[in-house]
């Protein structure tokens, strides 16, 4: 799966994702990714989130809504991710998953759970190339 | 904002990130524009075997695709999801968003209505995916998500039949203390 958003230089947001589920989602069956607010979210003058990992445990809860209704409300994006990520760890405690945040003034975080580290790209104006970085779970 | 434009995605595909990246700030296209390439650019680079076409095939050995492109204004949700035969599925998305009103288009409608667009209809099989399948056969179709079902999905392939102690079930269930009178 990959999981992007985009905000322009006017503060529209968009979010998207493809996949063919080569790890987590059933052969032939519908995972998280195409589903608002499970594979991403958008909203604009709040952000936007996306998701990707073990989509058919993730999808219960739709962490991406849930990130961008927390940036909604002002949380930093680390934190609206944190508490995004916090009821899908109580219940499934050994499920993979990660997830990217971008908020509506382009400041960003991510968060995993089940990996040791998780690799994403961003482009920016803060960095003259795209940047790879990593989080730890 | 001094930090926008942005483009940030999961994992390290960053290829797709400058993809997205370049038609925001070359291009000059709208931030649905530029999920659309950056997505377009690992579907067709097949990004880390989890993009594109080639994936995990189904019992019938066919790949399927999901996707979504969502703008933050709401006025379209057009997803895709298990599309059949057609490589390109956020660009599928994107038409459905541009050319439809609908939000979820699943499986062969979202196959034959990719086909009226003009999307190229081709089999999204690649020699990895159907030896996976033909491995998948020679191990009994091991493993598989069936349950309550004959013959054992634990040991063999379908077709399928469900068990009839379910059916059983269903019946005691639907004879308990339910009739015209009480139930609407």
Known sequence: ?137 | SQYLPIVINTWFVSNATNAAWEELTVHGGSAVDAVVAGCSQCEASQCRGTVGFGGDPDENGETTLDAMIMDGYFDSLPPVAALRMVKPAIAVARAVMDYTEHTLLVGDQASLFAKDMGFTVETLTTNKSYIDWKNWIDNKCQPNFRQNVIPNPKTSCGPYKPKERIEQHLNNRMNFGISPNNHD
């Open chain 1, 1 to 137: 799966t990959i999981g992007m958003i985009a905000i322009d230089k006017n503060g529209n947001i968009s979010a998207g994702t493809s996949t063919n589920g080569l790890s987590h989602k059933v052969p032939g069956r519908v995972g998280d990714s195409p589903l608002m607010g499970a594979g991403s979210y958008a909203m604009n003058g709040a952000g936007g989130a996306a998701c990707t990992g073990d989509g058919d445990i993730m999808m219960r809860f739709l962490p991406s809504f849930q990130a961008v209704m927390m940036m909604k409300s002002g949380m930093e994006p680390s934190l609206a991710l944190k508490a995004a990520m916090a009821p899908i760890i109580q219940y499934y405690p050994s499920f993979f998953g990660a997830m990217i945040a971008v908020s509506s003034n382009g400041t960003f975080a991510a968060v995993c759970h089940g990996y040791k580290t998780f690799p994403f790209c961003v482009a920016s104006p803060s960095f003259h190339e795209v940047k790879v970085l990593k989080v730890q779970c």
